[in-house]
């Protein structure tokens, strides 16, 4: 019996590594973010906007024209990917030093509801001066989120809160507005700092 117990609690144990490993993938690899790509890469993105910076001023799509830019859909409440991410970016933009000084880096909320100006601005202080947080109304947000083909999704939480699952790709974008590349969460830097290199290029 100790012993068929024993084997019970291996079984057990290995089915839920399995699980848990399933949910990880699920979680960074993201089904929904591989399909977002694809529509990305085959019909374009963005759509004029009119939001809010993280000093509070009005801000517009007229942000991203004439310069590469590196784009980023995410919450302040984030776990992992988004600060993980953002660290990332300030790393990279750092790396490049003078070569990526023509760069611009967003990160657009996606709760609205409670990312202020105020809250990102603290946030994105934290990784670098390089990064301006956009938040704004939540049906502006859903727009423009939608716009760029980006999947995000309200979770609840037992406590009563909630988080939020979202695309955890970087989107970069040229001078000219056209969709260049992705980079994806967790992405070999060398690999990451050559494809901005590449978008900073004339």
Not at 97 to 120: H, L, N, Q, W, Y
Not at 179 to 189: G, M
Request: net charge positive.
């Amino acid at each position: 019996m100790t012993a068929l117990r024993r084997r019970l609690g291996i079984w057990a144990a290995a089915a839920a590594l399995i699980l848990c490993a399933g949910v990880v993938w699920l979680v960074t690899t993201n089904a929904p973010q591989q399909f977002a790509q694809r529509v990305v890469q085959s019909k374009g993105i963005g759509q004029p906007f009119n939001l809010t910076d993280h000093n509070g001023n009005p801000i517009t799509e007229k942000a991203l024209a004439g310069s590469p830019s590196a784009v980023f859909f995410g919450f302040t409440h984030c776990p992992e990917v988004c600060p993980t991410t953002l660290y990332e970016m300030a790393s990279w933009l750092n790396t490049l030093g003078p070569d990526g000084k023509s760069i611009k880096a967003f990160f657009i909320t996606v709760d609205p509801e409670r990312d202020t100006p105020e809250i990102m601005k603290s946030y994105v202080s934290n990784f670098t001066d390089r990064i301006v947080g956009i938040t704004g109304k939540p049906a502006d947000i859903a727009e423009l989120a939608k716009s760029w083909h980006v999947y995000w999704k309200k979770i609840p939480l037992e406590s009563g809160d909630y988080t939020m699952d979202h695309t955890a790709s970087v989107f970069l974008i040229d001078a000219k507005g056209n969709f260049k590349s992705t980079i994806a969460f967790r992405e070999n830097t060398d690999t990451a700092v050559a494809k901005l290199r590449k978008l900073a290029s004339p």
